[in-house]
T-cell receptor, first 112, second 116 residues
Framework: QQQVKQSPQSLIVQKGGISIINCAYE??????FPWYQQFPGKGPALLIA?????SEKKEGRFTISFNKSAKQFSLHIMDSQPGDSATYFC???????????FGAGTTVTVRA | GAVVSQHPSWVICKSGTSVKIECRSL??????MFWYRQFPKQSLMLMAT?????????EQGVEKDKFLINHASLTLSTLTVTSAHPEDSSFYIC????????????FGPGTRLTVL
């Protein structure tokens, strides 16, 4: 079963707009929550990650919001650019084995 | 830093043959490497975890006799798809971590396998 549920499956945003992707998890043992960006035919690249002792983390135009009680976390992409058009995956892992459980992915299209 | 390479980047083979994919950590020692499989427009599914010098551990449903993993050194892990069939056609991606306290894994660029 998928341990991390991701939505939406796809979204279209205008240049300069905000893209928001949501993820939810069940396993309370998860203690590391990364987001990856993947372009077609390429491996995923780490964008930003958060641990459950922090509610928000910002790096440039990318922000993770984390709600431990709701077991949810989200990625906000501010001032979206055409170069941000890609598939984004949330993931989660524990320090016991570091195995990543990935969400289903969200394809983001930024229209110029 | 923290670069992971894969070779080949793509391979086409005939049904019934075996294919070896290499995953190398170029600038760090990878105590643990992970192998993933990704079908078109789908997510990454973990196939197995390999630790240097020990046998790989496979996820449920992954045939260990079909997908042979060898992690013989701290910078190299190999995945061999034995007796490949068209349903094995997929994008295979490896990742590596250095064994320190940081959870971050570094991903390779992937290998596209097409079995005819």
């Amino acid at each position: 079963q998928q341990q991390v549920k991701q939505s939406p499956q796809s979204l279209i945003v205008q240049k300069g707009g905000i893209s928001i992707i949501n993820c939810a998890y069940e396993n309370t043992a998860f203690d590391y929550f990364p987001w990856y960006q993947q372009f077609p035919g390429k491996g995923p690249a780490l964008l930003i990650a958060i641990r459950p002792d922090v509610s928000e983390k910002k790096e440039g135009r990318f922000t993770i919001s984390f709600n431990k009680s709701a077991k949810q976390f989200s990625l906000h992409i501010m001032d979206s650019q055409p170069g941000d058009s890609a598939t984004y995956f949330c993931a989660a892992s524990t320090q016991s084995d570091y195995k990543l459980s990935f969400g289903a992915g969200t394809t983001v299209t930024v229209r110029a | 830093g923290a670069v992971v390479s894969q070779h080949p980047s793509w391979v086409i083979c005939k049904s019934g043959t075996s294919v070896k994919i290499e995953c190398r950590s170029l600038d760090f020692q990878a105590t643990t490497m992970f192998w993933y499989r990704q079908f078109p427009k789908q997510s990454l599914m973990l196939m197995a975890t390999s630790n240097e010098g020990s046998k790989a551990t496979y996820e449920q449903g992954v045939e260990k006799d079909k997908f042979l993993i060898n992690h013989a050194s701290l910078t190299l892990s190999t995945l061999t798809v034995t007796s490949a069939h068209p349903e094995d056609s997929s994008f295979y991606i490896c990742s590596a971590r250095d064994g320190g306290p940081q959870e971050e894994q570094f991903f390779g660029p992937g290998t596209r396998l097409t079995v005819l």
